[in-house]
């Protein structure tokens, strides 16, 4: 049913997505990015420009990042987020990317890595660290962390206290 190879695989994707053990913000993201993409690709959607001035989006991409800042333990969704600040969630989307240089996801685990290598510092069991840090389990854990830090949490803890 469709007919591009690029929309295709991006759907495949998708769907391949949806169904990992990861955070709901994620997957919120990436299924509204995938609908973005395609509704611009069919020139249904005309791209959206961040219109207003570039105060204003930089005061709102300050907020989304306080609002996630305060909320990193809790299920956030961008409905929750685009409601508070006033905008479309696409445009929320597009700029805390303009302006941090990474999606809203990338923000929360990258948040979310960095309060887990400090709790490890602690010498906190690994199970722990993961729960107190926000992730789903130690193995979601171990996988963003080596994903940012190129070692597990275990290898790091290691390396701290031999």
């Known amino acids: 049913m469709i007919s591009s190879k690029r929309i295709y695989d991006d759907f ?7 169904l990992e053990n990861i955070f709901l913000l994620e997957k919120e993201e990436k299924l509204i990015d995938f609908i973005t993409n395609l509704l611009e690709s069919c020139n249904i959607l005309a791209e959206d420009q961040l219109e207003r001035t570039d105060t204003k989006n930089t005061q709102a991409a300050k907020t989304i990042k306080s609002i996630l ?10 409905i929750n987020i685009s409601s508070q600040i006033g905008f479309s969630i696409t445009h929320c989307l597009r700029l805390f990317k303009k302006e941090y240089g990474l999606p809203i996801h ?3 685990l990258n948040q979310k890595v960095h309060k887990a290598k400090e709790l490890l510092s602690m010498n906190m ?8 840090s926000g992730f789903f389990d130690q193995s979601h854990l171990t996988k963003s962390f080596k994903q940012i830090f190129q070692v597990t949490p275990k290898q790091y803890q290691n390396g701290i206290f031999g």
């Open 12 to 18: 495949i994707g998708l769907c391949e997505l949806l």
């Open 125 to 132: 069991p690994i199970l722990d660290v993961a729960i107190e």
């Open 106 to 108: 990338a923000y929360i």
């Open 69 to 78: 800042d305060e909320n990193l333990g809790n299920n956030l969704t961008l």
